[in-house]
């Protein structure tokens, strides 16, 4: 998985925040609030989002409105298995990254695999 691009990314995190459907219009008028931006280079990302896989989009009166497809929780979680797939000894991989995190994180990352340990024996 490509990582996204600063304004995939920027337009992606707008909808993920807002978590319902929304215009080129909408993400446009609020970028342009720290930053100026033209609509038409939003609607092209935006389009091109769609194209990729990333968006669905269905029509509202003569606009499109713009959905994610995945959350940015799977989003996060396809980078970081992309990242495990560059190493060729992925335990090792694991280990660095693990001593890299925080102690709530290692707590979360145990209750996450007492989870899913859960889940495979049902």
Excluded: C
């Excluded at 929304?22 to 990302?45: K, Q």
């Excluded at 003569?62 to 959905?67: E, G, I, P, Q």
Aim: charge should be negative.
């Amino acid at each position: 998985m490509r990582r996204l691009g600063d304004l995939e990314a920027e337009i992606m995190d707008r909808l993920w925040t807002w978590n319902r459907p929304a215009t080129v219009r909408e993400v446009v008028d609020d970028i342009n609030r720290t930053r100026p931006i033209a609509y038409t280079t939003v609607m092209t990302v935006t389009n091109i989002l769609y194209t990729k896989g990333w968006l669905l989009r269905g029509k509202q009166g003569r606009a499109w409105l713009y959905s994610p497809v995945r959350s940015r929780e799977a989003y996060a979680a396809a980078l970081m298995e992309d990242g495990l797939g560059e190493s060729n000894d992925r335990p090792a991989a694991l280990v660095h990254f693990v001593e890299s995190m925080s102690e709530e994180e290692v707590a979360a990352l145990r209750e996450a695999l007492h989870t899913v340990g859960q889940q495979a024996q049902s």
